[in-house]
């Protein structure tokens, strides 16, 4: 019998990615977007060679009741992959209220009251994953991105408490946290400043949407059933 997982941000660059890799080894998938319509159908027809059942779900996550519009159309469920994210780039002391409330809905608010709801569907049958994709700046912090850091590393936190609370209900929690990745999250960045960042990495580039999503399908698998309370660090070397 296929498995539910439900992916939050599935429009994006790696939420795309998470959902051809796991529809291609037999998940149903929920596919969560809010602007990008016209991705989640094209990845919906990009999925149905699969021969799954991918439901997409519009929600605003920067809005106080995001999570509830997600959470009713929910039914059987066996993973949640949090990819749903924006990032936030300029100096701090010219940072905005509203830019802070935005990013601790969308990154940590929305993502606790959509789990707490989901919960027991999952505890239900004595077992599931909960995944976060959060980031390397939630593990270090970033110059220029205080806000954005301060949001993924609650996430970080997050993880590591719920996973202690309902590893007896066998539910296990855990994070990826993706360095530089191409995706559209960096398109602010000129290619002299991309060149830089890759220059950086011990691996020499930034990663692949795609390295990301085969270590949300390990994190799902039976073959980390050990695995709980862990951040996955997916970063080239970046930060270790």
Same mark, same amino acid.
């Given at each position: ?7 939050? +941000?599935?429009?994006? +660059? ?21 602007? %990008? ?13 699969? %021969?799954? !059942? ?17 959470? &009713? ?55 599931? &994953? ?34 202690? !609370? ?27 400043? =991309? ?15 795609? !390295?990301?999503?085969?270590?949300? &399908?390990?994190?799902? &698998? ?5 695995? =709980? ?12």
């Amino acid at each position: 019998m296929r498995k539910y997982v439900l992916i939050t +941000g599935a429009s994006g +660059g790696i939420g795309q990615a998470v959902a051809v890799k796991l529809a291609s080894i037999g998940y149903n998938l929920y596919l969560h977007y809010n602007q %990008n319509a016209d991705f989640i159908n094209r990845l919906i027809d990009k999925l149905n060679k699969f %021969n799954g !059942e991918y439901i997409p779900i519009h929600a605003d996550l920067s809005t106080s009741d995001g999570y509830k519009r997600i959470a &009713s159309e929910i039914f059987s469920l066996d993973g949640i992959v949090h990819c749903g994210g924006n990032s936030q780039y300029g100096m701090f002391v010219d940072l905005e209220l509203k830019e802070v409330e935005d990013l601790m809905r969308i990154h940590v608010i929305n993502p606790i009251m959509l789990t707490k709801e989901l919960l027991p569907k999952m505890t239900s049958k004595r077992q599931g &994953s909960i995944i976060v994709i959060t980031s390397i700046w939630g593990q270090t912090g970033g110059s220029c991105e205080v806000a954005y850091s301060a949001a993924k590393g609650a996430q970080i936190s997050f993880v590591k408490a719920l996973s202690k !609370e309902v590893a007896l209900s066998g539910i296990r929690v855990n994070a990826i946290a993706p360095g530089a990745v191409n995706t559209g999250m960096m398109a602010r960045f000129t290619n002299e400043e =991309t060149d830089e960042i890759s220059a950086e990495i011990p691996m020499g580039r930034m990663g692949r949407p795609e !390295e990301i999503a085969d270590g949300v &399908s390990y994190l799902l &698998s039976g073959e980390s059933s050990y695995i =709980t309370g862990q951040v996955l660090a997916i970063n080239g070397g970046w930060y270790t």
